[in-house]
């Protein structure tokens, strides 16, 4: 809807616009992929015009295109998304999706998809996609198994996922996964997994799990989800940044207890606020992509004084 908003074809109040434009392939058929949390998976019975918080209204192909021209050359826009369903199209219309695009544009382009083939991969990377998005969404393999593998009905694994991305990082120079925190993981699986990335030179970017009434997931009612966010949010920066690395950090069973600097390198680091900004591909923000006005995940923008002040609070450091 934001995406919609920036490019002129709704009108749309945002106190920050979304820098990049996302833009998701729709169908009317459910994805063959079951992950739990999907709104748009085959067990979902979720509207179909979800993902996460998002909405992702249908537009008029044409319409989409042109305007994402104009919004790039005007510096609207630095990037586009594009993020697609398993089902039986899916090849041909991101092909014809990034094709469109390229015919009028050299705005850097995102592909979200599952795992491919090199030959795949080399054929995306020709048509103009310049970062490759394999979502591992889960930080373990058994809440991967359960939550989009065997267990969940699910066509992945966790090696295949893995595989692919370690793949897919050698041929783009620019390779990524998201990761959902609050899917039942600790502190200590999600920044294991991020340093493991890191060493594959593939950056991740954290979502905060969102419940849509009629997905799978039931939503987590615990109360230390904000510090556990907050707290994968500063270690994935520190091992991004090359400040800390996992074997610096220091857990008690699962839960952090030391990132591996000091307490006024950590203060610091909060008082900058990079770190709680969202992340992900070069000039993503995302704006309420997970979050509701009393609760904000990842800062679209630079967090002000009052919210610098409730991270600290939120990590015990006020
Ligand atoms: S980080 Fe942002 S631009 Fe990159 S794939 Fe994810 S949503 Fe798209």
Not at 98 to 122: A, K, N, Q, T
Not at 147 to 167: C, F, M, N, Q, T
Not at 274 to 290: E, K, V, Y
Request: hydrophobic share 35%; with cysteine.
């Amino acid at each position: 809807m934001g995406t919609l908003g920036v490019l002129g074809l709704e009108l749309v109040q945002m106190d920050t616009p979304p820098t990049t434009a996302y833009l998701q392939i729709y169908t009317d058929k459910r994805c063959r992929a079951n992950c739990l949390f999907c709104a748009q998976a085959s067990g979902s019975s979720a509207g179909l015009t979800h993902i996460a918080r998002g909405m992702y209204i249908p537009a008029d192909l044409d319409a989409v295109v042109s305007r994402l021209k104009v919004a790039y050359e005007r510096g609207y826009l630095g990037r586009a998304c594009i993020q697609t369903a398993l089902y039986d199209a899916w090849w041909d219309d991101t092909v014809y999706l990034i094709e469109r695009i390229r015919e009028v544009s050299g705005i850097p382009l995102s592909l979200s998809v599952f795992p491919l083939g090199d030959e795949r991969y080399r054929e995306l990377s020709k048509s103009g996609v310049n970062e490759l998005v394999i979502p591992l969404d889960a930080c373990t393999q058994e809440l991967f198994d359960k939550i989009k593998g065997k267990s969940a009905g699910g066509p992945y694994s966790w090696e295949g996922h893995l595989d692919g991305i370690k793949r897919g990082a050698r041929i783009f120079r620019n390779a990524g996964t998201h990761l959902i925190i609050g899917l039942g993981e600790t502190d200590e699986d999600a920044v294991k997994i991020i340093d493991e990335l890191h060493g594959y030179k593939v950056n991740t970017a954290l979502f905060a799990y969102t419940y849509i009434p009629g997905a799978q997931l039931e939503p987590e009612n615990n109360k230390d989800s904000i510090r556990h966010y907050r707290t994968v949010q500063l270690a994935r920066y520190l091992i991004e940044e090359g400040v800390a690395s996992y074997l610096d950090m220091q857990f008690l069973d699962g839960t952090l207890c030391d990132f591996g600097i000091s307490r006024d390198a950590i203060l610091r680091i909060i008082e900058e606020g990079r770190a709680f900004q969202t992340s992900g591909c070069h000039g993503c923000n995302r704006p309420m992509a997970n979050e509701t006005f009393s609760k904000i995940y990842n800062f679209p923008r630079k967090p002000n004084d009052e919210e610098i002040a409730s991270i600290k609070r939120d990590l015990g450091l006020d």
